[in-house]
């Protein structure tokens, strides 16, 4: 079953096409990567997924749902939330307050209820924190929840990234880089924990990845991105020796080093 | 190991040590009664008007915040504190009415300010137009305690003062309401442009306070309005049966006295409630990063409004209660100078703390009233008693410099206020404790790694 259908989706800024006729079926329960060279439109697909840009044209359905246009909060409180390229941490809070706000779509209270600390608040924020701690348990950052996000090492600060992320109770998770920064074995425990977000909690994964190792080894589907088109789908083996795929990476001046890493 | 555990561990200086000492069994309680007692006596034993009776008052203002500090129990903390606000401070405010009126604007700011602070502190939304809130919720007293209503209303009467009550309500909701319709414009905006945006917006009300004389006459210009009706005085019959005979004046200052703190009460209350909630924690993300912030599910419209709501409501009703205070309202005094010194107060106390942002208010305000005024009249004195102060240097010109200079010093040296949130305290100062960075050290090679590459 798809769990979330891109519809000849098209981003433009003024003259620039960042996406351009993208379509796209992720399958529930599958682990997805979006690959591309640099610029080629990857993140500004996962920003109109998540509602921060609204398409040029295009459909998303997700779930059975047509979400094109709906606000990013919205999107969340549906089920699909994110993890940024480069870490966006609410940097002066603490680990367990960045879980708590992830929360925030799934708490009800409202401000008279808040103002008048209902039973009803005091037990879901009691529920919510220990929710929180369970998901920082799963990522094993539970022993640093009281420090502030920015005192954690790189390494923690992007697992914490994917807590905050499991806290919005998603049906779907988007990782941009994941893996971005890391030495070997801080990858090997990324790719670790990205296989158990789909093998312990049943959340459908699609990620951006440049490392070609953990692309190969995690991924189910890939799907390949070039100056904002498709240019190629399929499963990990059919795309390490796509000719287009190839080029596209040649055509980029790393490549080299791609390609190595496809073939290795 | 945790951080915690180093750091009392290693607090081996004297300060440290005195701490330390200070907080260990009965000390905390014997040491704030002992302030406590040694302050109220002085303020009960001498209340003349002077320098040293206002550093006194400091004296005593500083001790609430020791009790808030003070590890003791809540119970004796709230006795404690009830007592000498309930009762030493009204009785010197008998003895002395000068002072009680200084009391209670510090009061009134400092419920302004955490208005503010929601704001910027919580929010993170720059806002240098606070102060037209304050200024809709005098008006609006002003207005419809005043004949200035049969202008706008033909034919209608002032309302009676028994009706300030219902108009506490009534400017909460008329501040909240200016609230949402002064954020809505700036909603896209952030940082300096939101800041300018308020500044214009907030000099727009206090323009139109300038200019509605024509060709309706709502707000009497720059005249101002005279004569704002004042509430009943309930108390003067408890007064009387307890056989006390004050001025009316007196009763007034005690009443506005007691209002105030009420108020204040209440907004810290409100404010602290809220920044505990999921709505709060909603603020302090929108804050840190509004992009993530959205991402991660939180209506950024809705908070943000939400934010500017509740901050703009207790101006409303501390407008209100300014007006009839007062009894005397006009344009100048919601000026940008006005929005700039309750912004200083919020930066000077601690950004985003709720007791930084009052010590911030309490400060100010006594050193705008009292403090550096009362310097500045010492000064003159010594020198026409012929200290070789220069006779170009007139000590009442200068007395702003003074506090320029204070905030100055208090940016370079302590950036995150005088009592700061207990999380920014930590964000500002890098080089002390940080946590061990044991994710990095371990050079251990994991098992997993090989099975993922294979």
């Known amino acids: ?264 | 190991m945790t951080a915690d555990n180093r750091q009392v561990g290693q607090s081996a200086s004297l300060w440290g040590q005195l701490r330390a000492m200070a907080g260990r069994g009965p000390a905390p309680y014997v040491l704030t009664l002992a302030y406590a007692a040694i302050v109220s006596a002085l303020l009960l034993l001498n209340p003349t008007t002077g320098l040293g009776t206002d550093m006194v008052v400091v004296l005593f203002l500083l001790l609430m915040f020791v009790i808030y500090r003070a590890p003791t129990m809540l119970a004796f903390k709230l006795t404690l504190g009830t007592i000498l606000l309930a009762v030493v401070m009204p009785v010197f405010g008998v003895l002395n009415p000068f002072y009680i009126d200084v009391v209670t604007k510090a009061g009134m700011f400092a419920a302004l300010a955490l208005g503010l602070n929601v704001v910027v502190g919580f929010a993170g939304l720059l806002d240098l137009g606070y102060v037209a809130f304050f200024a809709v919720g005098a008006y609006l007293w002003g207005i419809f305690s005043t004949p200035q209503i049969s202008n706008i209303v033909p034919g209608m009467e002032p309302l009676h003062g028994s009706w300030f009550w219902l108009f506490l309500a009534i400017g909460l909701a008329v501040g909240a309401f200016f609230g949402v319709l002064l954020g809505l414009p700036v909603l896209r905006l952030r940082g300096d442009y939101l800041a300018i945006v308020t500044l214009g917006l907030g000099e727009v009300i206090r323009v139109l306070a300038t200019n509605l004389d024509r060709p309706i006459n709502i707000t009497n210009g720059a005249q101002g309005i005279k004569d704002v009706g004042r509430p009943p005085l309930f108390i003067e019959p408890l007064f009387q049966s307890l056989g006390i005979t004050i001025s009316r004046l007196q009763e007034y200052q005690l009443y506005f006295y007691f209002l105030v703190l009420l108020v204040l009460a209440l907004t810290v209350f409100v404010v602290h409630r809220l920044n505990d909630s999921r709505i709060g924690r909603a603020w302090t993300a929108i804050r840190e990063d509004e992009t993530a912030a959205i991402a991660m599910g939180i209506p950024l419209v809705r908070m943000k409004l939400l934010a500017f709501a509740v901050g703009a409501s207790f101006a409303g009703t501390m407008g209100v209660i300014f007006s009839a205070l007062q009894t005397f309202i006009n344009p100048p005094t919601f000026d940008l100078l006005r929005s700039i010194g309750i912004l200083s107060m919020v930066i000077l106390g601690g950004m985003g703390s709720i007791p930084g942002t009052m010590l911030g208010a309490v400060i100010v305000t006594l050193l705008d009233l009292q403090l550096l005024p009362r310097i500045a009249n010492e000064l003159a004195a010594l020198q026409r008693r012929g200290v070789p102060i220069p006779s170009w240097f007139d000590p009442a010109q200068y007395q702003r410099l003074l506090f320029g200079l204070l905030l100055v010093i208090m940016m370079i040296f302590r950036p995150e206020g005088l009592l700061p949130e207990d999380r920014r305290r930590q964000e500002l100062h890098h080089d002390e404790p940080e946590p061990a960075p044991e994710a990095k050290t371990s050079p251990a090679v994991p098992e997993s790694a090989q099975s993922v590459e294979g």
């Not at chain 1, 500004?44 to 921060?52: A, E, H």
């Not at chain 1, 005091?122 to 996000?149: G, P, Y």
């Not at chain 1, 049906?171 to 880089?177: A, G, T």
């Open chain 1, 1 to 264: 079953m798809a769990l979330l259908e891109a519809k000849h989706v098209t981003k433009q800024f003024g003259g620039l096409t960042a996406v351009n006729d993208v379509s796209l079926t992720i399958e529930a329960g599958s682990i997805v990567s979006v690959i591309g060279p640099n610029g080629a439109g990857k993140t500004t697909f996962f920003n109109v997924l998540t509602g921060i840009y609204k398409p040029t044209s295009g459909a998303i359905v997700f779930d059975g749902k047509d979400i094109t246009g709906l606000r990013p909060d919205q999107i969340t409180a549906l089920g699909i939330c994110r993890t940024f390229q480069n870490i966006r941490l609410f940097n002066a809070m603490t680990v367990l307050e960045n879980v708590l706000v992830g929360m925030h779509t799934r708490l009800n209270a409202g401000l008279w209820q808040i103002l008048f600390g209902t039973p009803a608040v005091r037990a879901e924020e009691r529920a919510s924190l220990n929710r929180a701690r369970e998901l920082l348990k799963f990522v094993n950052l539970d022993h640093q929840r009281n420090q502030l996000a920015r005192n954690l090492p790189y390494g923690d600060q992007r697992r914490l990234e994917i807590a905050r992320a499991l806290a919005a109770s998603p049906k779907l998770i988007l990782l941009d880089e994941p893996t971005a920064g890391m030495n070997p074995q801080e990858t090997a425990e990324a790719t670790e924990l990205i296989r158990r977000l789909r093998d312990e909690l049943g959340i459908t994964v699609v990620l951006i990845e440049h490392d070609m190792r953990v692309v190969m080894t995690i991924s189910e589907r890939i799907t390949v991105l070039d100056y904002g088109t498709k240019i190629a789908e399929g499963l990990p083996d059919e795309i390490r020796s796509n000719p287009r795929v190839i080029e596209a990476y040649l055509g980029k001046g790393a490549a080299a080093h791609g390609v190595e890493q496809v073939g290795g």
